[in-house]
Every structure is written in structure tokens, then in C-alpha cells.
T-cell receptor, first 109, second 112 residues
Framework: RKEVEQDPGPFNVPEGATVAFNCTYS??????FFWYRQDCRKEPKLLMS???SGNEDGRFTAQVDKSSKYISLFIRDSQPSDSATYLC??????????FGKGTSLLVTP | DTEVTQTPKHLVMGMTNKKSLKCEQH?????MYWYKQKAKKPPELMFV???????INESVPSRFSPECPNSSLLNLHLHALQPEDSALYLC???????????FGNGTRLTVT
């Protein structure tokens, strides 16, 4: 069983839609949670860290439910510029982070 | 703009060549990483240096040899690579454990 699992998509949505990405992880000792965005042929870029109380940054909201080992990312009023692959990343102890396979999003005008 | 700088951006090498990838960060991070990424796959961890010492080697073949000359620099020496080693090689750095990774913009390597 993979440590971090994501629906690969692709998610094709019209501009303005709300998008929800979900991710599950297997290690109950996991301590840190992140969402990264990766554009085609570019490096992953940190979108947001995910805090236990949930957090919001503009149109983006992230949540983690440690009891069910479930992480989510919501994008409100999606824009064509949001089109990318979104990677769920989970950290256990130390420096090793586990990446999900990523979910591809295409927002059409 | 990325705060982790990688050179070169692109590299084409033959199977008998020796080359090096370079990475530099000036964020004061004490952990530095090499990842390999193939198309449509997530990054795969290769090596982690913590306080300039190799702390994780994910069973990487010896044709890849990492080096950390100081806390700001990380190199990856390449020798006798195979065509299947062609990929995007990403350097990253982070603060203390459980901190997010900051990636460089990668070196796209082609082995012919």
C-alpha cells in the first residue's frame, strides 16, 4: 500500500468552479502536510502547508483530518492559471517526505 | 524566482561521460536533497544531506555520487549513466525536520 494516495484525475472544470482534491496517507505518525503545485516541465512549488486547524490562503483552503488520515485542498473560483498538477506531500519524522502521484487539473475558460 | 539555484538547466551526456550537477542555496537551510523525476511521475528521493552529512541514500546506484562541500552547496556527480537515467533532477533544501521543501528549477538530463 502506498504511503500517500491521490486520485490522478484529470479534473477538467470550467472557469469559476470550486475544485476539491483529496489525499489519504497511511502512517498515523505523520506530522507535516503540504500541497505543492507543479506546472508542466517545471519544479514543484509549495502552494501551502496544511495545519491541524485548517488554513486558507486567498482562494485556497486546506484541511487535514488526522483521525481518518485524510487531507483536502479546495480551490474556489478556479482560474485557467490554476491548471497544473497538485501534489499531496506528507512528512513523518526526520527529513523524508512522501509524495502522492499528483492530481492533474485543467480549468477551461 | 527560486531561492535554490541549479546548474546546468539542461545536460546531454553519453554513457561514458562524467558530469556534475550543482545546487546552491543561501536560505541557511541545513538539509539538502536530490530528487529524480520522470514524466508524469512524482519526484523520487535519492539522497538527503543533513548538516553536511549524508543521512539518507535511497539505494541509489553508485553511478550517482553526491557531495556536500559546505552547507550551501550540493553536487551530484554522474558517471557511466544509462539512457533510463534520463529525467529531471531536482535539488531541494529545507529547514528543520517537518519543514517544507524548496526546490530548484531542476536539471533536465538526457543520456544518449
Amino acid at each position: 500500500r502506498k504511503e500517500v494516495e491521490q486520485d490522478p484525475g484529470p479534473f477538467n472544470v470550467p472557469e469559476g468552479a470550486t475544485v476539491a482534491f483529496n489525499c489519504t496517507y497511511s502512517n498515523s505518525a505523520s506530522q507535516s502536510f503540504f500541497w505543492y503545485r507543479q506546472d508542466c516541465r517545471k519544479e514543484p512549488k509549495l502552494l501551502m502547508s496544511v495545519y491541524s486547524s485548517g488554513n486558507e490562503d486567498g482562494r485556497f483552503t486546506a484541511q487535514v483530518d488526522k483521525s481518518s488520515k485524510y487531507i483536502s485542498l479546495f480551490i474556489r473560483d478556479s482560474q485557467p492559471s490554476d491548471s497544473a498538477t497538485y501534489l499531496c506531500v506528507v512528512g513523518n519524522s526526520g527529513y523524508a517526505l512522501n509524495f502522492g502521484k499528483g492530481t492533474s487539473l485543467l480549468v477551461t475558460p | 524566482d527560486t531561492e535554490v539555484t541549479q546548474t546546468p538547466k539542461h545536460l546531454v551526456m553519453g554513457m561514458t561521460n562524467k558530469k556534475s550537477l550543482k545546487c546552491e542555496q543561501h536560505m541557511g537551510h541545513r538539509a539538502m536533497y536530490w530528487y529524480k523525476q520522470k514524466a508524469k511521475k512524482p519526484p523520487e528521493l535519492m539522497f538527503v544531506y543533513s548538516y553536511e552529512k549524508l543521512s539518507i541514500n535511497e539505494s541509489v546506484p553508485s553511478r550517482f555520487s553526491p557531495e556536500c562541500p559546505n552547507s550551501s552547496l550540493l553536487n551530484l556527480h554522474l558517471h557511466a549513466l544509462q539512457p533510463e537515467d534520463s529525467a529531471l533532477y531536482l535539488c531541494a533544501s529545507s529547514g528543520q525536520g517537518n519543514s517544507p521543501l524548496h526546490f530548484g528549477n531542476g536539471t533536465r538530463l538526457t543520456v544518449t
